[in-house]
């Protein structure tokens, strides 16, 4: 009997172990969860149905290996040429309702709720805003059709509004995911796929990739800003008018060194010769919240870190490493900071 107990206790203590560390580790991720969001709230309310299941199913099954371990087997059970005994009639029943009736039952629950979850997600909307979203390395380019402006790493949405993001890829397959808003959706070369979703609560949401695409996997994180209709019309009028002139003549000046460098060859700023597409667009860069799609916070040190040496911060990246003066990196800073 003492060599038995653990090994009732180890599957139980691994699902124990689960549950608290699932809890200890929210702190800081967003979690599928706390949804802030309508698509979000379905896919949770499946979720709390399937896990509450999987917990009856867990503790009736244990319980029937505790019984088992704790009770002798029945000699009677077998009697050559005999009646079955009782046990041996229950047994049999036990097979059938828990090997067969109950089984399909809960699958048939299941698959019900998940269909009619599925097509409470995919159900299109009048007045949807249209966003498109392309999965690069490693990082997201942004674009707002309708008002011609693209950014990157950032959404921003009107809350309470359906939105429809319509995403691919030109690499790899990477995978769109804001857990608190809504489920996750590949981004597949050559192939573009729909999310929807209305987002409620006004907040700042952490996205990441959540299909494994190379060395920067973990680094390709965005935010999503929901923020009331008006904040949100004007952030989108805004940005709809390329950047207003240098204010300094530090970022005046800097703005002639990105156009003179290889810089322009790569990125595009509105209003500006630089039209280059392989790197982000950085007409707002000086608003966005960080660099690299979340491998540094954008603050002026850490852009003075990343135009020379974007490779030693993010290794795998395509920008290259840059031989350029101090005064030029700190005049780059000063341009690219002021652009909102
Ligand atoms: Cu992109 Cu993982």
């Given at each position: 009997m003492t060599r038995r107990w653990p090994r009732v206790a180890v599957p139980v203590g691994v699902a124990l172990a689960a549950v608290l560390l699932s809890a200890c580790g929210s702190s800081g991720s967003p979690s599928m969860l706390d949804p802030k969001g309508s698509e979000a709230s379905h896919i949770a309310g499946l979720w709390w149905l399937m896990f509450g299941i999987a917990c009856g199913v867990y503790v009736i099954v244990a319980g029937f290996i505790v019984r088992a371990i704790l009770h002798k087997p029945d000699?009677?059970?077998?009697v050559d040429g005999g009646e079955p005994s009782v046990t041996r009639r229950f047994d049999d029943r036990m097979i059938v309702w828990g090997g067969v009736i109950v089984p399909v039952l809960i699958l048939a629950v299941l698959g019900v709720v998940t269909v009619t979850t599925t097509n409470a997600l995919r159900r299109p909307e009048a007045d949807a805003l249209r966003i498109d979203v392309v999965g690069k390395r490693w990082w997201w380019e942004v674009t707002y059709p309708a008002a011609h402006f693209t950014t990157a790493n950032e959404l921003h949405l009107p809350a309470g509004r359906p939105v429809e993001i319509e995403l691919t890829s030109d690499n790899v397959i990477h995978s769109f995911w804001v857990p608190q808003l809504a489920g996750k959706v590949d981004t597949i070369p050559g192939q573009v796929n729909t999310l929807r979703f209305v987002a409620r609560t006004p907040g700042v949401y952490k996205g990441e990739?959540?299909?494994?695409?190379?060395?920067q996997h973990a680094h390709m994180g965005f935010i999503v800003v929901v923020e009331s209709a008006g904040a949100f019309d004007r952030w989108m009028l805004q940005h709809s008018q390329p950047p207003?002139?240098?204010?300094?003549e530090a970022a005046d000046e800097g703005m002639a060194v990105f156009n003179a460098q290889t810089c322009a060859g790569c990125h595009t700023i509105d209003g500006t010769p630089a039209h280059g597409d392989v790197g982000p667009n950085l007409t707002d860069l000086g608003e966005r919240a960080t660099i690299g799609a979340g491998a540094l916070e954008n603050t002026p040190s850490n852009l003075a870190r990343w135009i020379p040496d974007a490779p030693g911060v993010k290794?795998?990246?395509l920008m290259p490493q840059l031989t350029l003066s101090s005064r030029d990196v700190a005049l780059l800073v000063t341009y690219l900071e002021s652009l909102k």
């Open positions: 000699e009677n059970a077998l990739c959540a299909e494994f695409c190379g060395i207003l002139e240098p204010a300094s290794p795998g990246v």
